[in-house]
């Protein structure tokens, strides 16, 4: 299918700075055919600069406060547009909440259908899902309009490019109907030095065995340089925020390296990881089910482990 | 697997414990703004639950009017199965166009289907204002309008709009309540109309498992993690982790 098809990766930057996760979007886009980027952004130009590293063969760039001020409709609205002017077999966006409610308008727009959460797509824009908690893996093929697909960050390796050979500007005057509700102010998540949970290569969750002291955890985490990620039972209790909570009803995440500490392993928290491609367990009880999943556990006391760890990474530093 | 659609049937009959956020956020935004506090007729608002799902979906429906909602609207048609999110949105969409409400209030995601696109897409198809994710929501009905923050990665986005809108509530927003002894009596006593395929004037091919605008080719079980290494920690446990991570060149 390669060289006629026309795939779209949107580069949704609402900070003006473009994450690797647009760089997977154009190693999965190249599969399919020519990538061509589509930029929403107040600082259109800007971005579009950033992408010189990627495999992007041309950009379309649309400009506009509207983008910030209106959130998910806007970038829609801009994206059916693209989708009009270039006819795409596929639409390419990366699967955050954000970017899945993109996706969801433009497949509404355009009479397509959608997949998400992808963490594969081949050159017949056959998507992979692992559902039902990761136990089962779906390919699935959208059969009515563009293959409009959401995949998850840290799925595949970014292959490197010279960026866009040609830009071009897109204008979009934005509907009333995508202004209907205004963001009055963004709070952005204080990234404190550690990456974005679902971003991240390496997250460390800690659980109820941290007895509220995630201090062991955050340390190993730093000297990792991963993001920390919590078990239900630790956020309830308040030892750790809400957003952090990896499973079921938290995050999905699945990154090159899981190492779960003090988690029993319950089937709502393997739902938010066990597809990720290396698991370590720390746990006192060597019966505790993180085990099954494990690649390497170790049975043991995180207040002991953690510590030495840490200082053994640190040490090779 | 059957027709290219995954059997979810096998998976939880129990509606969504995520709705009950939905259900409960209702409850307190028509209390917030009630006369006498509670929701019901006194109130000068009512509640409508919307369900789409098949015929063992009236017990989630019961236990919601139980809660305190008002009545129910039950979509259930076997021509509905098998409606993938965009179907799903497009009968829900026609239903609430033709009663028209001021509020419509979705859960997040489904526990089983991970699709929190759903609300998005109604708020598309209606023209109304999209406020997902929300983390709190305040209604002021003297000026018909909307506040919200949205809780997701990026952060927390304060947002405002006017009525009629689309919100989805995050878990946590609330503590759903227990319906009480009264609640359940007076459920029993609510409406729940049922809606099929022709009260909803859609074509039979429009929704269902032949409209899906997707299909799934073949459904795998995860092939099991290979056995892992398990070590007791006799003193160099964290040392010898960081060796195998070095090994897999993980660090
Ligand atoms: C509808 C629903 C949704 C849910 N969603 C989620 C979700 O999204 N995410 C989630 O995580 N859970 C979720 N849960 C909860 C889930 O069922 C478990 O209760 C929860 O994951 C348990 O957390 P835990 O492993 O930290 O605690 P526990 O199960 O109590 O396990 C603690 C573990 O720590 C070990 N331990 C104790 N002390 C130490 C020590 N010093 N060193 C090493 N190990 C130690 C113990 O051996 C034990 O294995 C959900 C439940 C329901 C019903």
Not at chain 1, 280 to 294: R, T, Y
Request: hydrophobic content about 45%; proline content about 4%; aromatic content about 4%.
């Amino acid at each position: 299918m390669s060289d006629m098809s026309t795939v779209l990766i949107l580069v949704d930057a609402l900070d003006g700075k473009v994450s690797s996760a647009v760089g997977e979007l154009a190693t999965f886009g190249k599969r399919i055919g020519e990538v061509v980027a589509v930029v929403a952004a107040n600082d259109g130009a800007g971005v579009a600069a950033q992408l010189s590293s990627f495999a992007i063969d041309r950009a379309i760039i649309c400009t506009g406060a509207d983008f910030a001020s209106h959130s998910i409709a806007p970038i829609a609205e801009a994206l059916a547009a693209a989708v009009a002017k270039e006819s795409p077999t596929a639409v390419l966006i990366t699967s955050t909440a954000r970017g899945k409610e993109i996706a969801a308008r433009l497949a509404v727009r355009t009479n397509s259908g959608l997949l998400t959460d992808a963490v594969d797509i081949d050159a017949d824009a056959i998507a992979t899902q692992s559902v039902f908690g990761g136990s089962t893996t779906v390919h699935s093929a959208v059969n009515h309009g563009t293959s409009i697909v959401t995949l998850r960050s840290n799925s595949v390796e970014v292959q490197s490019g010279s960026g866009p050979a040609t830009t071009e500007v897109l204008a979009v005057a934005i509907s009333d109907s995508a202004k209907k509700s205004s963001v009055t102010s963004l709070e952005a998540t204080v990234k404190g030095g550690r990456p974005e949970l679902t971003e991240a290569s390496v997250v460390v969750s800690g659980g109820r065995g941290t007895n509220g002291d995630f201090a062991p955890v955050e340390a190993f985490a730093d000297s990792m340089g991963a993001a920390v990620g919590a078990s239900r039972a630790a956020t309830d209790a308040g030892w750790y925020p809400h957003s952090h909570q990896v499973g079921q009803t938290g995050k999905t995440v699945s990154p090159s390296l899981y190492v779960a500490c003090g988690i029993s392993g319950a089937i709502q928290h393997r739902a938010g990881m066990q597809t990720s491609k290396m698991i370590v367990a720390i746990n006192k009880d060597p019966e505790a089910p993180i085990f099954e999943l494990a690649d390497y556990g170790v049975v043991g006391d995180l207040f002991a482990v953690l510590p030495q760890a840490t200082t053994a990474i640190n040490a090779r530093k | 697997m059957a027709g290219g659609v995954l059997d979810r049937a096998s998976v939880d009959a129990v509606l969504n414990d995520l709705d009950e956020y939905a259900v409960e956020e209702a409850l307190r935004i028509v209390e917030a703004h009630s006369p006498t506090g509670e929701s019901g007729e006194a109130s000068g608002h009512t509640i409508t639950l919307i369900s789409m799902g098949p015929d063992r979906a009236t017990d989630a429906i019961r236990k919601a009017l139980s809660m305190g909602a008002d009545d129910a609207i039950h979509i259930c048609d076997d021509a509905f199965a098998g409606s993938d999110a965009l179907a799903t949105s497009l009968v829900l969409a026609e239903v609430i166009k033709k009663n028209g409400y001021d509020l419509i209030i979705c859960g997040t995601e489904s526990t089983d289907a991970r699709m929190s696109v759903v609300p998005a897409m109604l708020a598309e198809r209606l023209g109304y204002a999209q406020m997902t994710f929300a983390g709190s929501v305040t209604v002021d009905p003297a000026t018909s309008s909307i506040a919200i923050s949205r809780v997701t990665e990026i952060g927390i986005e304060k947002m405002t709009a006017a009525l009629p809108a689309v919100v989805s509530v995050v878990e946590k927003i609330n503590e759903p309540r227990y319906p009480s002894f009264k609640g359940i009596m007076a459920a029993k006593k609510k409406t729940i109309t049922s809606m099929a395929l022709a009260d909803t004037g859609l074509a039979a091919e429009a929704v269902g498992a032949k409209a899906a605008w997707s299909s799934v080719k073949d459904a795998l079980p995860r092939p099991p993690r290979g056995a892992g290494i398990k070590v007791e920690d006799t003193g160099n446990g964290g040392s010898a982790l960081v060796e195998f991570l070095a090994e897999k060149r993980l660090v």
